[in-house]
């Protein structure tokens, strides 16, 4: 999800016509972010690391148990 937001004082302008002025100051410089696409890559890079960390772990632990 994208987010609008003012350049000059960061007023969240998503949802308002491309080129109408900031309401809060009346600037026209706007800045797209993407805090929830960020979030979410950051979520699955955890994810990935996590179940490889695990799947490392569990062939870790059967090579220990099936070596006598
Ligand atoms: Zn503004």
Redesign the pocket.
Known sequence: MRTII?A????DLTGLPNDAP?P????TLREERRTLDQHRRLVVALVVVLTLAFLASIAWLLLVLTIP
């Open positions: 003012c000059n004082c960061e007023y900031c809060e100051c009346a600037s």
